[in-house]
T-cell receptor, first 113, second 109 residues
Framework: DTAVSQTPKYLVTQMGNDKSIKCEQN?????MYWYKQDSKKFLKIMFS???????INETVPNRFSPKSPDKAHLNLHINSLELGDSAVYFC????????????FGQGTRLTVV | GQNIDQPTEMTATEGAIVQINCTYQ??????LFWYQQHAGEAPTFLSY??LDGLEEKGRFSSFLSRSKGYSYLLLKELQMKDSASYLC??????????WGAGTKLIIKP
């Protein structure tokens, strides 16, 4: 069974479109994250939710909106996609702040053309 | 600002030992992590250091010196499957993980 699954794995879309990436974890964790890994391989946190509540919201454009319908899901919606949004987006989950035990999803490679 | 530095790329020979260094400057410190990431895959957890000293786990060891803002990951008896990127990350005072850009390790036969 996949612990943290995100869909789709690959996403190619045109500038200006709106797209969503879904993430689900079946580990019973109460904290979920979205990370962006750019072409230089830097992993930067974007958002973190604990028990469906936003606890970290880094400086990202407000075109990015996370939605957590329940503890097991944290979806990322992106409006008006731009070329610079092209990156790999990783979802992760952990129990509380125990990031040492964080599990990452397989990543979604987003390409904006 | 917060900064994590590690070499961009290293090359080593199968069966040998390699040490990957990481230096950091962060606002607070609540531990340092090493992750392994194979190309096109998610990072996987390798080690966690919060106290000074060496933590050994099989072929992998991680060392921390908080006073020097320095850590290294030591890989012994290198295998071809160890070819990957190794990411250093520090948990700062706000319990946010600050990531380095990773060191791409190339293993040659």
């Amino acid at each position: 069974d996949t612990a943290v699954s995100q869909t789709p794995k690959y996403l190619v879309t045109q500038m200006g479109n709106d797209k969503s990436i879904k993430c689900e974890q079946n580990l019973g964790h109460d904290t979920m994250y979205w990370y962006k890994q750019d072409s230089k391989k830097f992993l930067k946190i974007m958002f973190s939710y604990n028990n469906k509540e936003l606890i970290i919201n880094e400086t990202v454009p407000n075109r990015f909106s996370p939605k957590s319908p329940d503890k097991a899901h944290l979806n990322l919606h992106i409006n008006s996609l731009e070329l610079g949004d092209s990156a790999v987006y990783f979802c992760a989950s952990s129990q509380g702040q125990d990031v040492a035990q964080a599990f990452f999803g397989q990543g979604t490679r987003l390409t904006v053309v | 600002g917060q900064n994590i530095d590690q070499p961009t790329e290293m090359t080593a020979t199968e069966g040998a030992i390699v040490q990957i260094n990481c230096t950091y400057q962060t606002s607070g410190f609540n531990g340092l992590f090493w992750y392994q990431q194979h190309a096109g895959e998610a990072p996987t957890f390798l080690s966690y250091n919060v106290l000074d000293g060496l933590e050994e786990k099989g072929r992998f060891s991680s060392f921390l010196s908080r006073s020097k803002g320095y850590s290294y990951l030591l890989l012994k008896e290198l295998q071809m499957k160890d070819s990957a990127s190794y990411l250093c990350a520090v948990l700062d005072s706000n319990y946010q993980l600050i990531w380095g850009a990773g060191t791409k390790l190339i293993i040659k036969p």
